[in-house]
């Protein structure tokens, strides 16, 4: 008799970060979520949308952003590539050559509490700290979260954050 071993499926909660400043800004991030939610995992919750300046850039778009949790089986490395290819079939067009206006850009922010640091991904994002963009509407979702790095809580890190631009909170989705 062969007795076959089922592997138990681990549960990993993340949260990501979605921005557009190209097209239809809304509806890449409605399509990005949806996908997201039918090819990468369950979404149980996410943030309002906020129209934020370019960071690390100059362009005539304002971005929207948002942050989503996430319940996913796949692995970091799985997820990264899930995102790429979501990326790309929302037109986004890497260049390679800094940042620069997207249709979609949607980053891991934290991988459960770890701390994953690979070749093309490292997380906590580095620059979460640096960026209220990110930080305002992942405060909205998870305030109490404590990031492994620093182990300040979301709520600490929008206080402590240096970046003062101009944010405008917008309805949900």
């Given amino acids: 008799m062969n007795i076959i071993k089922q592997e138990k499926s681990v549960v990993n909660e993340v949260f990501l970060s979605l921005g557009s400043n190209l097209g239809n800004r809304t509806e890449y991030l ?20 906020w129209e934020t300046a370019p ?6 778009n304002s971005f ?25 079939d929302l037109g986004r067009e890497r260049t390679g050559e800094g940042y620069s206006s997207r249709t979609i850009d949607i980053d891991i922010l934290y991988w459960n509490n770890e701390i994953i640091s690979t070749e093309g991904l490292n997380i906590p ?11 305002a509407p992942l405060n909205e979702i998870a305030a109490d979260f404590r990031d492994p790095v620093s182990g300040q809580t979301v709520a600490e ?7 003062k631009a101009n944010l405008e909170r917008l309805a949900t989705l």
Avoid: Q, Y
């Fill in 30 to 49: 409605r399509r990005a979520i949806h996908i997201l939610g039918t090819e990468a995992g369950e979404i149980v919750s996410s943030s309002s949308v």
């Fill in 55 to 60: 960071w690390g850039f100059e362009s005539d």
């Fill in 64 to 88: 929207l952003n948002m942050a989503l949790l996430l319940i996913t089986d796949l692995s970091p490395a799985v997820m990264l590539a899930k995102i790429h290819s979501i990326e790309k």
């Fill in 125 to 135: 994002h580095p620059l979460i700290r640096e960026r209220m963009f990110v930080l």
């Fill in 157 to 163: 890190m929008v206080f402590n954050c240096t970046d």
